[in-house]
């Protein structure tokens, strides 16, 4: 896994979004019984596919939230009253 610093990660492959919703996950084809995972399901752009990124863990959940949050401040600053 990358590190933290900021890179334009010229030597990954990259998968631009179009569409994104966050959902649970079930065990079951149906949806019947408790969720086990949030996902978060996105449509790559310019194709048919759609991929599901499953979050497995409350931990793994508050870890996502806050790096999103964290990166998202350094690229678009909060605007100061």
């Not at 979050?55 to 939230?65: A, G, W, Y």
Request: aromatic share 6%; hydrophobic share 35%; glycine share 6%.
């Amino acid at each position: 896994m990358p590190d933290d610093k900021a890179t334009n990660y010229a030597d990954m492959q990259v998968v631009e979004c179009e569409g994104l919703a966050v959902t649970n996950w079930h065990p079951q084809p149906d949806g019947a019984g408790k969720p086990e995972h949030v996902c978060i399901l996105y449509k790559v752009a310019g194709t048919d596919i759609q991929m599901c990124l499953r979050l497995k863990s409350r931990r793994v959940l508050d870890e996502f939230i806050i790096a999103l949050m964290t990166h998202g401040d350094e690229v678009w600053p909060p605007k100061k009253n």
